[in-house]
Structure formats: structure tokens, C-alpha cells
């Protein structure tokens, strides 16, 4: 009995230090950030599938986001499901058509390659090659090759991105997998020595030290409110000082000094599909207050580029729901982050 007490009183004592050092550390996090970076860039994501979803003209969403909003950084994707439909039969049309009208605007460009890229279902897998595991990994290493050997030498692309967040168990994928990572990565440094490759991960859930490791610039998401089924909307319970830590951890245990914000939360977290909410359940996580405080929040983190995430949205409503305040705020917030 002695001896039980003795390892109750242990496991206590761990148990009481563990909550403590939690406290400690949630009480840190929520420290006021000593520095502002409105010095930072602001970018965007731009994706011609989702806009589509949202019976939008993607092309008229691009071209009003270059014009109107005057982005200048804009991350696309290169959805392999739709440049290779047919083994070996490449179309990158739309690719090309963003990337001209980028470079005539001299903006510059993020190129996001891989089987996972952003927007759900977060793979984009073609459907001939999803039934033979090994063949889709050559296919994967053919897909990253043709495309980087396309535009390697077109300078509107100032960045590479290989895989969207391959660490993060999420959406219709195969599950995560270093070694295949590692192989595109050394298919894409052996295609091109000349710019950084990005390499990304979860802001909220994950340490970023196996993305950091392999990055030339490691890119963390950022999203302040979400849903949790029953529980409703939640927000974050962290400060800015959260994502100064990890990037303190990565420093330490990756080597990595070069951080940006690749995905800054700037439209609704929901239950299901977006727009098949109510207007009024979109605007309870994000609107035009919540899209200035989200900015000023990743400025307060002190990385020196913010990538938004939320611009066919903003464009959705502007021209379907008459509804422009996000569009307007959006384009006061760009102004003076360029």
C-alpha cells in the first residue's frame, strides 16, 4: 500500500508540474506581441476550381482580383487532376493564362505542385492512376518534372511549392509519406537550383519541424475561428506569440529562419459547403472586422509575407449576393500592404 501511495504521489506531482507548464506556456502565447510587422506583404491564393464551384467566371475573379484589388503576390496551384486527365497528355492552359496575365500586371507568382494542393478535397489524384499505388508515385515525380521543366525559366515565377501541407493527415488523400516528399523535392531541386522551394504545414496542429527541415522557406497556415461540431464557432485561444515560438522551435531544431504566412484564414469556417449557408451563418466567422482583426493579428506574428485565403468568396459575394464590404475592405487592407 506504501508503494501505491508512493507512485500515486509521483504521478501526481507530473500530473500538477504538466498543467502548470501548460498554464505557463497558454499565459506566454497570450502575452502582447512586442512587435508589428505592418511592414509585411500581403499576398494571395488564388484557385480557378473553387471559384468555378461558386457558378463564378474564374477568369473574371482573377483578372478583378489583379485589377481592382491591385494583389500582386498571388499563390496558384497546379491541380494535377486537370493538367494531366490522360497519362502523358498535358494541358496547362489555364495555368499558362494566369501566369501571362500575372506577368503583365508584374506580379509574381507562387507555383503550388503536387498531389496535394490547396482547396478540398485537398488531393487531386487523376483518376487513372489511383488504383496502383507505385505507378502513381512515378507519375506524381513525372507530373512535378513536366510542369517545374515548363515554367523554369518564365520569371513571373518567383516561388516553388511542392506538396500543400504533406504532414497534415486531412482531405480525400493518400496518407502522408516523407520519403515520396523527399523524392519530388530532389526531382525539383535537380530541375531548378535558382529559386527556394516552399514547404508547408498546420499553423494550430503540428510543430513544423518536418516541413521546416526540407524547406528553403517554410509557409505555416493561420486561422483564428473555426467550427467544431458540438461545439459551434470556437477561436483560437492563442496570441501571436504561439507562432513565434514554433518558429523559434524551428530555428532551433530545423535550421530554418525563413517563415511566411502561406494561408491566413479571410473567409468563413462553416459547417459544409459555404455558400449553401446562410449569409448570415458566413458572417459569424468571418467579416469585414474579422478580416482587418485577422491581418493585424498575422502582422503582430512578425513574418515578413501573409498569403490570404478567401478571394473568390469576397468576389462571390460582390456579384451574386450584392455584398462588397469584404471586396472593399480587402482592397483599403492591400493598398497599404503592398
Known sequence: MEIIKKILKVIGIILLSLFGFILIMFGYFNLPAENNNDGAKLGMTFSSTYSSSMGLDWKANYIAMLDDLHIKKIRIPVYWDM?????????????????????????????????????????????????????????????????MNRYKNDPVVKYWQIENEPFLPFGICPKPDASLLDSELAVARSIDNTRQIIVTDSGE?????????????????????????????????????????????????????????????????????????????????????????????????????????????????????????????????YLNRQ
Open 83 to 147: 493538367v494531366e486527365i490522360k497519362k502523358g497528355d498535358y494541358d496547362f492552359s489555364d495555368v499558362d493564362w494566369q501566369l501571362n496575365e500575372a506577368r503583365k500586371r508584374n506580379a509574381e507568382i507562387i507555383l503550388a505542385i503536387g498531389q496535394k494542393t490547396p482547396r478540398w478535397p485537398e488531393c487531386n489524384v487523376p483518376q487513372w492512376v489511383k488504383e496502383d499505388e507505385q505507378n502513381r508515385k512515378e507519375s506524381l515525380l513525372e507530373y512535378v518534372a513536366v510542369s
Open 205 to 333: 496542429l503540428s510543430l513544423w519541424v518536418q516541413a521546416a527541415k526540407r524547406a528553403d522557406i517554410f509557409g505555416t497556415t493561420m486561422y483564428r475561428t473555426i467550427y467544431k461540431k458540438g461545439l459551434g464557432y470556437v477561436e483560437y485561444p492563442i496570441g501571436p506569440r504561439f507562432f513565434q515560438f514554433k518558429h523559434a522551435i524551428i530555428k532551433l531544431f530545423a535550421h530554418q529562419n525563413n517563415a511566411i504566412v502561406i494561408e491566413l484564414q479571410a473567409e468563413p469556417w462553416i459547417m459544409g459547403s459555404t455558400i449553401d449557408n446562410t449569409l448570415e451563418e458566413q458572417f459569424k466567422s468571418m467579416n469585414p472586422e474579422q478580416l482587418v482583426s485577422n491581418v493585424e493579428y498575422a502582422e503582430k506574428v512578425n513574418f515578413p509575407q501573409i498569403y490570404l485565403w478567401g478571394v473568390e468568396w469576397w468576389y462571390w459575394l460582390k456579384e451574386k449576393q450584392n455584398h462588397p464590404e469584404l471586396w472593399n475592405t480587402a482592397r483599403d487592407l
